[in-house]
């Protein structure tokens, strides 16, 4: 399967544990983005990577949540402290970007976290 | 940043009639406008996206329209078909795209 894929695909984790997810992108895209989306909601921007730069961070993502792309190519997602509002489907998408033109990104199946 | 608004919220119609899902944005720098298809359970997938040069593109019987003065695009899909019935999404913006909230289309049969 040469789409993206995420691991683990569910997660569930208590209260003030730190949890981990890994995204590997489409090889030779070079864009790398995380959302988060909850039940009845479009997808939430989080981070996003170009090669192994991390370009954007919501301005609303708490200091618990952190992400890496060290080589610029699978990324980690992290949070620490989790709380029971960080339930939700994490989900990594990639893309190439060419010269400075979006273009479609290619999502994978997703990360459910539940905090109990 | 840029903020996407997208309405109805929920929209039924019958089978083989059309729908119409609407959008606007603030940022008049976004030039890149995809919407994506996302069924239940499943991963969000493009089913067509317009850049701003650009004001009408079609795709069988999808298209989208795109007024960069108004700020606003539209998804048309036209002869709905029960497996159209899905949550789609619009989305804008120049360096990263902002997702509206979601319209739930159900096509009756």
């Known amino acids: 399967d040469t789409g993206v894929s995420q691991n683990p695909r569910h997660k569930i984790t208590k209260r003030g544990q730190n949890v981990t997810f890994r995204c590997d992108p489409i090889s030779e895209h070079n864009r790398l983005y995380w959302y988060r989306q909850t039940l009845g909601q479009g997808p939430e921007f989080l981070t996003y990577f170009q090669n192994e730069a991390q370009l954007e961070k919501s301005r609303l993502l708490s200091d618990r949540f952190s992400a890496e792309r060290p080589k610029g190519s699978f990324s980690t997602l992290e949070i620490q402290r989790t709380e029971q509002g960080d339930s939700a489907m994490y989900l990594c998408?990639?893309?190439?970007?060419?010269?400075?033109?979006?273009?479609?990104?290619?999502f994978g199946p997703g990360t459910r976290l539940t905090v109990l | 940043g840029e903020n996407v608004e997208q309405h109805p919220s929920t929209l039924s119609v019958q089978e083989g009639d059309s729908a119409v899902i609407k959008c606007t944005y603030s940022d008049s720098a976004s030039n890149y406008f995809p919407w994506y298809k996302q069924e239940l359970g499943k991963r969000p997938q493009l089913i067509i996206d317009i850049r701003s040069n650009v004001g009408e593109k079609k795709d069988q019987r999808i298209a989208v329209t795109l007024n960069k003065t108004a700020k606003h695009f539209s998804l048309h899909i036209t002869e709905t078909q029960p497996e159209d019935s899905a949550v789609y999404f619009c989305a804008g913006g120049y360096q990263k795209v902002t997702f509206g909230i979601g319209t739930k289309l159900q096509v009756i049969p």
């Open positions: 998408a990639s893309s190439r970007l060419s010269g400075t033109s979006l273009s479609e990104q290619f």
